[in-house]
């Protein structure tokens, strides 16, 4: 038996009761024949107020068109929250929120 790619995405896209759903992933530009493809998601805690984190919409886009270049995948690209630890070092920042913002991340993603 041949193991089905889109077994999460198909839930949505093969549902003819979700006509919300569908016109909302034809106004990203899918069409029918994105529907038989395995959505991926790509995130990333991309922002420009941090050097260690800048880089990484650009990095998120790679990943994306080596995703679209596969034969039965599409990506779709978001953000998460994101930390400078470097602009909060040596305050209460640093103390009470860089550190724990971390697992608020991972439980976003």
């Known amino acids: 038996m041949k193991k089905r790619i889109n077994n999460f995405s198909r839930k ?19 069409d029918d024949s994105y529907f038989l493809k395995a959505q991926i998601g790509i995130v990333s805690n991309w922002y420009d107020g941090n050097p260690c984190n800048m880089h990484l919409d650009q990095l998120g886009k790679k990943i994306k068109s080596s995703i679209i270049n596969k034969k039965n995948l599409i ?21 009470y929120y860089s550190l724990y913002s971390r697992e608020l991340i991972e439980d976003r993603v």
């Open 12 to 30: 949505m896209t093969k549902n003819l009761n979700l006509p919300y759903s569908h016109f909302m992933l034809y106004e990203t530009g899918m």
């Open 75 to 95: 990506g779709f690209q978001f953000t998460t929250i994101g930390i400078s630890d470097g602009i909060t070092m040596e305050t209460y920042g640093k103390i």
